[in-house]
């Protein structure tokens, strides 16, 4: 275990540390939470960025920089209040860097959001809001100057996430491709439709923006009273279809079950969920969404829990390479409570046309 203490001590923080202890529950990188001894100086979050995942960390930081400074910009203009809970702040170090590296591991520090809290799960009301701040994410990040890279190459493009899984059952490395023929059949039966992306905008009809691409709901900020403070985890900010962010919400925050719910009963797609976040976010996105991007937002429900679960499997076959997991079984548990929750959705594809045909 590294000396997180002596790690903080690089970044130019206010007041005296007091402790760091673990925060959140994030599959990717290690979160703490650094106090300081001063009731008046802030908190700080201490993150060691998964290298692994992420290789190009200095493009990685660069475009959280830009993202901050692009969105901190845009709220002072509006004279938003309270901007430092709206948008992350991230400290530098003496060399006026945004990360640390240790010789091993990259290290950032950002200020902590006090008063807010994160969810697994949200009520309708919650949604709407969630809606207005994504669409609003969006709406503010449509003029950034800076060209954003894909900090992780191909994240969200579903033709390569396909060849990674007939790659990881073609190389059959944990020798679990046998028990999981029948998940391969039903993801392949549906491969061609769920690549329509890709191929629309092959076709130069569907653009790519700057997205968020971790839409889950516990990547969301709320203050008391259930009004979206800020959007964090803004590892993967990269040009995208907007598809990403809508359907990674939905995913997460209209399950009525987890997202490795052993119970599969739990889980189902929940309309109200879905009618409360589709009326926020067309609000405030309809007026620079093409037709096409709003046609497809019921595909892009669909295409997320297809995806995570193509990822999932992916990784179960690869023998659990990507994912923290807690037991052995556990991206095959999160598979088939994404392909129950892909079910769901399927069912309720003419429901979901409908209730967009009616915010229009
Ligand atoms: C990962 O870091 P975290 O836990 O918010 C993953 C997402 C997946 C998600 C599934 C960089 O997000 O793409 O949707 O797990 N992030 C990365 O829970 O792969
Ligand atoms: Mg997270």
């Known amino acids: ?214 839409t889950k709901v516990n990547n969301m900020m709320f203050d008391e009273q259930g009004n979206v403070l800020c959007v964090i985890d803004l590892d993967t900010v990269m040009p995208s279809f907007i598809f990403s962010d809508f359907g990674d919400f939905l995913r997460s925050a209209a399950n009525t079950g987890l997202e490795d719910d052993p119970e599969l009963s739990n889980v189902t797609f929940n309309m109200e969920i879905f009618k409360a976040f589709a009326k926020g976010y067309l609000e405030s996105a309809k007026s620079f969404l093409l037709p096409i991007e709003i046609e497809n937002l019921p595909y892009a429900a669909a295409l997320f829990p297809y995806m995570q679960c193509v990822r999932f499997l992916t990784d179960y076959i690869n023998g659990d390479t990507y994912y923290k997991i807690k037991y052995p079984e556990h991206n095959l548990v999160r598979t088939k409570a994404q392909f129950k929750l892909l079910q769901s959705v399927e069912e309720h594809t003419p429901d979901m046309k409908e209730f967009i045909a009616s915010c229009l």
Not at 4 to 26: R, W
Not at 162 to 176: C, E, K
């Open 1 to 214: 275990m590294k000396d997180l203490h002596s790690i903080v001590s690089n970044f130019k923080i206010e007041g005296t540390l007091l402790e760091i202890k673990p925060l959140g529950a994030g599959l990717i990188n290690d979160t703490y939470k650094v106090t300081t001894q001063e009731a008046d100086k802030p908190n700080y979050v201490l993150q060691r960025i998964n290298h692994a995942i992420f290789q190009d960390v200095e493009m990685l930081q660069a475009n959280i920089d830009a993202v901050t400074t692009h969105i901190r910009k845009k709220l002072e203009e509006q004279q938003a209040t309270d901007i430092d809970r709206k948008v992350l702040h991230f400290l530098p170090t003496a060399e006026g860097k945004t990360y640390w590296y240790d010789g091993e591991s990259y290290w950032r520090v950002m200020t902590f959001i006090p008063n807010a809290k994160t969810y697994e799960t949200v009520n309708p009301e919650f949604s709407y809001y969630a809606g207005v701040a994504f669409g609003n994410f969006q709406a503010m990040l449509a003029d950034i100057p800076n060209e954003l890279g894909e900090t992780i190459p191909n994240f969200h493009n579903m033709e390569f996430r396909l060849q990674q899984l007939r790659d990881a059952v073609a190389a059959n490395p944990a020798g679990r491709v046998d028990e999981v023929k029948e998940y391969l059949d039903e993801l392949e039966k549906r491969a061609e439709e769920m690549c329509k992306a890709e191929r629309l905008h092959r076709e130069g009809k569907l653009p790519k923006r700057v997205c968020h691409c971790d």
